[in-house]
């Protein structure tokens, strides 16, 4: 119930198009939905993140849409570009529970954007 | 930079040996976390600790322990050591977890057991 499933593992896009990685939950007690942007040797960052109350969110190129019936949310990344080209992460957070909160991680999409 | 230092950068050992990571958490944060990434595993939990206290055990192998000390940098511990213990640690921290939701991530320590 814990996992957050992530897909595709890979994706190669040209350049200007459009990107999407989705993820799928379980766990409807979750509260919080990030993504994550990592690019080689460098740790996670945080890209965007989205609340269970809101069904899209916008910041710049970058939309999650989710869908809290279907369990399911998504990372859109609008005119895609090579400096886009990364490891995307989606997670989703627990609730409180005995003071701590966990995020719970996808495993991963790398995403090529070929020019 | 994201205010979460994690040092060394890199680490080579050898089997059965111990190693020491250490993470300073980005300032006012009272929460660590530990994460181990490997290639085909993605981002595992290892364990959390707020403010001096364990708080959330994941996978975390008995050879492995974490601290956290009172000016609330974090020690991940790792003995016997493995081939397979080869990664990237990365260490985490964020604010009270009932306020502030995000997680900011160091640059991670580069584990290499050779």
């Known amino acids: 119930q814990q996992q957050v499933k992530q897909s595709p593992q890979s994706l190669i896009v040209q350049k200007g198009g459009i990107s999407i990685i989705n993820c799928a939950y379980e766990?409807?007690?979750?509260?919080?939905f990030p993504w994550y942007q990592q690019f080689p040797g460098k740790g996670p960052a945080l890209l965007i993140a989205i609340r269970p109350d809101v069904s899209e969110k916008k910041e710049g190129r970058f939309t999650i849409s989710f869908n809290k019936s279907a369990k399911q949310f998504s990372l859109h990344i609008m005119d895609s570009q090579p400096g886009d080209s990364a490891t995307y992460f989606c997670a989703a957070r627990g609730g409180f529970t005995a003071g701590s909160y966990q995020l719970t991680f996808g495993k991963g999409t790398k995403l090529s954007v070929i020019p | 930079d994201s205010g979460v230092t994690q040092t060394p950068k890199h680490l080579i050992t050898a089997t059965g040996q111990r190693v020491t990571l250490r993470c300073s958490p980005r300032s006012g944060d009272l929460s660590v976390y530990w994460y181990q990434q490997s290639l085909d595993q993605g981002l595992q939990f290892l364990i959390q600790?707020?403010?001096?206290?364990?708080?959330a055990k994941g996978n975390i192998l008995e050879r492995f322990s974490a601290q956290q000390f009172p000016d609330l940098h974090s020690e991940l511990n790792l003995s016997s050591l493995e081939l397979g213990d080869s990664a990237l640690y990365f260490c985490a921290s964020s604010a009270d977890p009932r306020v502030d939701y995000g997680y900011t991530f160091g640059s991670g320590t580069r584990l290499t057991v050779v």
């Open positions: 600790y707020y403010n001096g206290e364990e708080r």
């Open positions: 766990n409807t007690a979750f509260d919080y």
